[in-house]
């Protein structure tokens, strides 16, 4: 049975939405939230290890994905970046504002769109805590490709085909976006377009979370 948990929020969103910028701009303007993601920029020194797996993760194995590595190898990867969110949340003060970057649902959703349907261990996540709200940063396909560089900058778990072209990328972002929010369907979801101003795009989502405690 999913449970839901006090003072817990998640950011979700398509790539390239900005949710690594949102959570810096909450980092800086309001110290008070705990802010739990798998970028560097917010793990501690005795998780480095979550930064070089990630790394090495972009670096050696997606771009081999379906040739030297399975998609199943890839996914068991990916947990490490799920079970150290989940054991963040779990060890944190439960009684401080808590935003977390995507949780298990965006790594979730692509590893079923890198052809995996009913792995064991999507199972066990579904059976972690559940956030009081979700804030979904919304995006369309062609300013995230924009964002991306035209491509540049992506990786093989963010559109469909062997060398990224929009109509690839276009088409794997709009299921991602589906799969994601068909995840978090059982939860308060709250879509927010992304703006180009990050400050003005936190400041809106903070409202919306600070909403819950009124």
């Not at 808590?98 to 949780?103: E, F, I």
């Not at 491509?151 to 963010?158: D, I, V």
């Not at 072209?165 to 991602?176: V, W």
């Amino acid at each position: 049975m999913r449970t839901t948990h006090a003072g817990f929020s998640v950011l979700l969103g398509p790539d390239y939405a900005g949710k690594s910028s949102v959570m810096s701009e909450f980092a800086r303007a309001s110290p008070s939230w705990r802010l739990i993601s798998t970028d560097e920029g917010f793990l501690e020194p005795a998780h480095a290890l979550i930064g070089r797996l990630r790394r090495d993760l972009a670096v050696d194995v997606l771009p081999s994905l379906g040739r030297d590595y399975s998609p199943e190898f890839t996914a068991s990867l990916l947990q490490t970046a799920v079970v150290h969110l989940r054991d963040r949340i779990e060890e944190g003060d439960k009684a401080a504002p808590t935003l977390v970057d995507s949780y298990y649902y965006k790594i979730l959703a692509k590893c079923r769109l890198a052809g995996l349907r009913d792995n064991p261990m999507f199972t066990w996540w579904r059976s972690f805590p559940q956030p009081r709200r979700v804030v979904f940063l919304d995006v369309s396909p062609a300013a995230a490709w924009r964002r991306s560089g035209n491509g540049a900058a992506t990786n093989r778990l963010e559109y469909y085909g062997e060398r990224p072209d929009r109509a690839g990328f276009a088409a794997f972002q709009t299921r991602l976006r589906r799969l994601m929010l068909d995840e978090v369907s059982h939860l308060p979801v709250t879509v927010i377009r992304a703006r180009g101003d990050v400050v003005e795009t936190a400041q809106a989502i903070r409202e919306v979370l600070s909403d819950e405690d009124r």
